[in-house]
T-cell receptor, first 118, second 112 residues
Framework: DVKVTQSSRYLVKRTGEKVFLECVQDMDHENMFWYRQDPGLGLRLIYFSYDVKMKEKGDIPEGYSVSREKKERFSLILESASTNQTSMYLCASSFSFRQGARYTGELFFGEGSRLTVL | RKEVEQDPGPFNVPEGATVAFNCTYS??????FFWYRQDCRKEPKLLMS?????NEDGRFTAQLNRASQYISLLIRDSKLSDSATYLCVVNQNAGNNRKLIWGLGTSLAVNP
């Protein structure tokens, strides 16, 4: 079974703190994603990575950065947390088109990290 | 107009009912289409991909209408365990999953 593991299910942080959200996948996926999900707004892509050290901004990258030093690990960093970053953060991974027949387009999600910024 | 639109519901149906959801998309160049299921406070999981010819998986049938730019999901003989939010997803880029557009979801409650 594909497993995508997020480091923390629930976090409470204060405004201005630096926050690290870690995600690890065990299926040799080239693609990894960070989304946030908010009521009425759905899933919004923050950052996307298609290879080690490679990243692309998603639709809402402001206030976030990412790191992908190893294929299996994708980290989301909030340099200075703000209250409007209170949200559910979902990491996902998938095979890429380059991985040939294994590519199905399916995304596999972690269980999510619910972040509250006070 | 939103890129992907779904009726948010909620759809309340009795066990055993047949229920159908539609999803419309605005970009005619969209390449591939999916239905995901998300249980309350859980992560989304793929329910089924949607193929041009339509496809069926047990009680679930997915259809694609490119001319009218909508996809549909039909659930027959609804079970209590089908209660969830169903997310329509459209991929605008065949090369990778960078351009996935997610609908806001349709909420289904199946009642005893």
């Amino acid at each position: 079974d594909v497993k995508v593991t997020q480091s923390s299910r629930y976090l409470v942080k204060r405004t201005g703190e630096k926050v690290f959200l870690e995600c690890v996948q065990d299926m040799d996926h080239e693609n990894m994603f960070w989304y946030r999900q908010d009521p009425g707004l759905g899933l919004r892509l923050i950052y996307f990575s298609y290879d080690v050290k490679m990243k692309e901004k998603g639709d809402i990258p402001e206030g976030y950065s990412v790191s992908r030093e190893k294929k299996e690990r994708f980290s989301l960093i909030l340099e200075s947390a703000s209250t409007n970053q209170t949200s559910m953060y979902l990491c996902a991974s998938s095979f890429s088109f380059r991985q040939g027949a294994r590519y199905t387009g399916e995304l596999f999600f972690g269980e999510g990290s619910r972040l509250t910024v006070l | 107009r939103k890129e992907v639109e779904q009726d948010p519901g909620p759809f309340n149906v009795p066990e055993g009912a047949t229920v159908a959801f539609n999803c419309t998309y605005s970009n005619s160049a969209s390449q591939s289409f999916f239905w995901y299921r998300q249980d309350c406070r859980k992560e989304p999981k793929l329910l089924m991909s949607v193929y041009s010819s339509g496809n069926e998986d047990g009680r679930f049938t997915a259809q694609l209408n490119r001319a009218s730019q909508y996809i549909s999901l039909l659930i027959r003989d609804s079970k209590l365990s089908d209660s969830a939010t169903y997310l329509c997803v459209v991929n605008q880029n065949a090369g990778n999953n960078r351009k996935l557009i997610w609908g806001l979801g349709t909420s289904l409650a199946v009642n005893p």
